[in-house]
């Protein structure tokens, strides 16, 4: 990958916030999960707004959940949002540092953006106390493959190609097997990691796909051409569209 999409994106965090809907799906997986005493202190990597982490102080009454974001935008918009029993930081996942370690890790949909997995469940690993669980999903092998196709059609192209072309995308979907690996070399026990197919059609499409999907995309390209880019691919995928996901599920526990 170049060396910006190893570089945490800044984000649109409002339009997120009211496009992400498919996410909302994927956190209760996640929690499900999850078993919690309610006293822990809990991570969420990769917190976006906050929506995860509002649903984790549900289930602590006495506890405590640390968010970490690599956007600003979306950390502000999670501090003003749950003052309370928080602690949302602006940071890039590779250089996470917890101190102390907190009691249990999740994550949604964020992985797949880090391009360095192996130092990203270290420095996990780190932030976690021994028997921590790490309850994780994320983007998998073969994840969106009709909207990379759609993308790299019209990257192909004038007046997109000089930016785009060739470009692999900000993505790193992992299959279970890679991920494992690289779970028990970073001090993890597994439980289980699978991929599970997760077809979804949002609303907004347009809005999703530059919101979520394409951000990274539209950052390489001049701001005239943003819009033009994002209206090629929504025709390249045709009328009503599946957003072909394929989530990579992540039951852990730090050795």
Same mark, same amino acid.
């Not at 078993?35 to 906050?50: A, P, Y």
């Not at 921590?132 to 009709?146: D, E, H, S, W, Y």
């Given at each position: ?8 994106? @800044? ?56 968010? *970490? ?31 102390p370690p907190a009691d249990a890790a999740v994550s949604s949909a964020t992985f797949h953006w880090i391009a360095d997995h192996d130092r990203l469940f270290a420095r996990v690993?780190?932030?976690? *106390? ?29 007046? &997109? ?15 279970? @097997? ?9 001090? &993890? ?18 809005? &999703? ?19 033009? &880019? ?20 992540? *039951?852990?526990?730090? *050795?």
């Open positions: 990958m170049d060396d910006d999409s190893a570089r945490p994106r @800044e984000w649109d965090a409002g339009t997120y916030h009211q496009v992400a809907v498919p996410h909302q799906g994927w956190s209760d997986e996640i929690l499900e999960r999850l078993t919690l005493r309610g006293d822990e202190t809990v991570l969420d990597l990769g917190c976006g707004t906050g929506n995860v982490a509002e649903r984790l102080l549900e289930r602590l009454p006495n506890g405590h959940v640390i968010g *970490v974001d690599g956007s600003a935008a979306m950390v502000q918009q999670a501090r003003e949002r749950l003052p309370e029993r928080t602690t949302f930081v602006h940071a890039d996942l590779l250089d996470l540092e917890v101190e690993r780190a932030a976690l *106390v021994p028997g921590a669980p790490l309850v994780a999903q994320c983007g998998g092998r073969g994840n969106i493959a009709g909207i990379v196709a759609g993308a790299e059609a019209v990257a192909a192209h004038e007046p &997109f190609a000089p930016y785009l072309a060739g470009w692999p995308g900000p993505w790193n979907f992992a299959g279970p @097997e890679e991920t494992t690996e690289r779970l028990q070399r970073a001090g &993890f026990a597994v439980q289980n990691c699978w991929l599970a197919d997760s077809p979804q059609r949002p609303e907004r499409i347009r809005d &999703f796909l530059g919101s979520v999907t394409l951000g990274s995309h539209l950052l390489r390209l001049p701001e005239k051409l943003r819009d033009p &880019f994002l209206d090629a691919v929504v025709e390249q995928l045709g009328p009503d569209p599946v957003q072909d996901y394929v989530r990579l599920n992540i *039951v852990a526990s730090a *050795v």
